[in-house]
């Protein structure tokens, strides 16, 4: 057995020479993603301050189009993921045209739950030009904008191409949307009454 000198900070090597593959939870997969656009877009809510990060990136056939925040400045907690267009789409077609809908219709876009996901989607979407405020009703929004020619335009776009890791964890959010029919339904508990 090597003695280890306390002052020595060289890093130590673990006992075990099994490399560490890709199946273990916490590995990050190289996957690539063409990063198209890096913007900024400002907060929504009357009180808010500061601005959300976020990146339109396709996938390395440009097939298919996400949306990523990536920073926000003003604090907040949300979650990272590569949220598909089409389960954006998805959420918005359950609203009926034209209707003003709140920004909780896209937490299901989602795998993370943070309660600022939602609406940060939606500021990102509004400074696209993809929606608007509904004229209404101040905390709610249209659909507005020509949703086929900005997917169009994002994709023409030279972009950059990179890798990010993507880990077991992160794997839900790259998945396409689910038709409807496909989607398990939710199973809720109900308790009786009280007589």
């Not at 959300?52 to 907040?76: C, H, M, P, S, W």
């Not at 996901?117 to 979407?125: E, H, K, M, P, T």
């Not at 608007?132 to 020509?146: F, I, L, Y």
Request: charged residues 25%.
């Amino acid at each position: 057995m090597t003695k280890t000198n306390p002052t020595d900070t060289s890093p130590t090597i673990p006992e075990s020479s099994t490399p560490i593959d890709a199946t273990t939870p916490d590995a990050a997969v190289p996957q690539s993603f063409w990063l198209l656009k890096d913007g900024t877009a400002p907060k929504l809510g009357a009180r808010a301050e500061g601005s959300i990060n976020y990146n339109v990136l396709a996938d390395d056939e440009r097939q298919l189009l996400f949306i990523a925040i990536t920073g926000n400045k003003g604090g907040g907690y949300f979650s990272k993921e590569h949220v598909d267009i089409s389960k954006i789409e998805a959420c918005l077609d359950t609203t009926a045209a034209a209707k003003p809908f709140p920004s909780k219709t896209l937490k299901d876009a989602f795998v993370g739950r943070s309660s600022n996901n939602a609406g940060f989607l939606v500021a990102v979407l509004r400074h696209e030009g993809l929606l608007a405020a509904a004229p209404e009703a101040e905390t709610q929004h249209v659909r507005s904008g020509d949703w086929p020619a900005w997917k169009k335009a994002m994709l023409a776009e030279a972009g950059k191409l990179i890798e990010v890791g993507i880990t077991d964890a992160d794997k839900k959010p790259l998945e396409t949307a689910q038709a409807p029919e496909q989607k398990e339904q939710a199973k809720t508990l109900s308790l009786p009454r009280k007589k």
